[in-house]
Structures are given as C-alpha cells and as structure tokens.
C-alpha cells in the first residue's frame, strides 16, 4: 500500500490550456473524491465516485470541469480553458467507503499544484 | 447549512508548550467531526474522528479532541508541543449521514517556538 498518489505534482499552464490531472487511489478503496484548496483556506468538495459511478458534483465544478473514472480505479480531472481563478491545489482522496460505522474514513494524496498564467 | 469555523488563522507556541486549537462547527443533526493535519508538501493526514460515543477523542501524535455539543465545539488539544507538529490543521465536518462529503474550516496554522 503506497498511498494516494497525484501526478504531476505541479503544473504551469497559460490562460486557455486544457489541462489533465490524474489520481491514483489506495488498492481497493471503491471511492474516490476531488477536492480543490485555495491558498489559504480548507479544501473544497468537488465530486466523488462510487467505483466508475459518479455519484455528486459540486456547484464549483463548471462546465469546464470534468472528472472521470473509467475501470472504477484511476481517476482523472481536467479543466478545459483554464483560467487564472483555476489556480489552486487539486487534492484527490480514496476510502473504501461505509465501513461497519456506518461511516466514511478518506486518505488523501499530496496534491497537484495549478498556476494559471 | 453546514459550516466550519476556525477562529484563529495563526498560533505560535513554544516547544513543551500545551495547545489548543478552536474549532466550531454549524450542523443540524449529530455531527461527524475530523482533525486532519496538513504539511507543506504533504496531502492530509487524520489526526482523529468523532462519530459518536465517547466525547473526548484521542488521536495519533498525542492529539486529542473533546466534542461538546452545548458549545458545539471540538477542540483539538495536545499536552506538549514539538517542533515536528509546525503545520497547518483542518477542522472538518461530515456534510451527510455517512461523512462522505466533508466540509472543512479555513486552517489554522500553527508554528513552534524554539
């Protein structure tokens, strides 16, 4: 068990650029979230999936952005047209979803860093 | 609506010293409340959870954490401070009945005197 892991961990891009995340989630963890962090503040809900299902999106996920998880393991983000208030960190997170308390336990990933400019 | 409040952006202490972290929380039901830990270059890492039971929750790295719902509030507390705990610390909510949707504070940062 390595972990979450999150490739590349930093990305510089120009105004316009299409760009594509990826993450990687704990072997057998059947969920998978996408939160965004801002500099200082807390991370941000984005959307999540149940296995290839995706199960909600937030309001802060514009048409631009779309997530995919197609064989129910990886997962992938991408922002088409980026924009200078897409700058932020993109942090993805993995569980195995309800366990016996009925309650969900998240391991995050490192993080890819966007600068837009 | 769900929220999170953490009134204190930046704390330092010195090492050996006790620390208390302030957290609020708004939630209509019983909440499901999270410390995550956050290192510069590093992803989140759980400190501790409240789900239900026992209000005085201990976690890893000596924290602990007591939730009080009079004051709904769920402090993070460790004795004695060491240089290695300089990072930033979330206090989080669970949004719906299963925490799969976690709603967090805005950090706060705390540094370690020498």
């Known amino acids: 068990d390595t972990g979450v892991s999150q490739n590349p961990r930093h990305k510089i891009t120009k105004r316009g650029q299409n760009v594509t995340f990826r993450c990687d989630p704990i072997?057998?963890?059947?969920?998978l979230y996408w939160y965004r962090q801002t500099l200082g503040q807390g991370p941000e809900f984005l959307t999540y999936f149940q296995n290839e299902a995706q199960l909600e999106k937030s309001r802060l996920l514009s048409d631009r952005f779309s997530a995919e998880r197609p064989k129910g393991s990886f997962s992938t983000l991408e922002i088409q047209r980026t924009e200078q208030g897409d700058s932020a960190m993109y942090l993805c997170a993995s569980s195995l979803g309800v366990g016996r308390s009925g309650r969900d336990e998240q391991y995050f990933g490192p993080g890819t860093r966007l600068t837009v400019t | 609506a769900q929220s999170v409040t953490q009134p204190d952006i930046h704390i330092t202490v010195s090492e050996g010293a006790s620390l208390e972290l302030r957290c609020n929380y708004s939630?209509?039901?019983?909440?499901?409340l999270f410390w995550y830990v956050q290192s510069p270059g590093q992803g989140l890492q759980l400190l501790l959870k409240?789900?239900?039971?026992?209000?005085l929750v201990q976690g890893i790295k000596g924290f602990e954490a007591e939730f009080k719902r009079s004051q709904s509030s769920f402090n993070l507390r460790k004795p004695s401070v060491h240089w290695s705990d300089a990072a930033e610390y979330f206090c989080a909510v669970g949004a719906d009945s299963s925490a799969s949707k976690i709603i967090f504070g805005s950090g706060t940062r705390l540094s370690i005197r020498p």
């Open positions: 939630y209509g039901a019983t909440p499901y």
């Open positions: 409240y789900f239900s039971g026992d209000t």
């Open positions: 072997s057998e963890h059947n969920r």
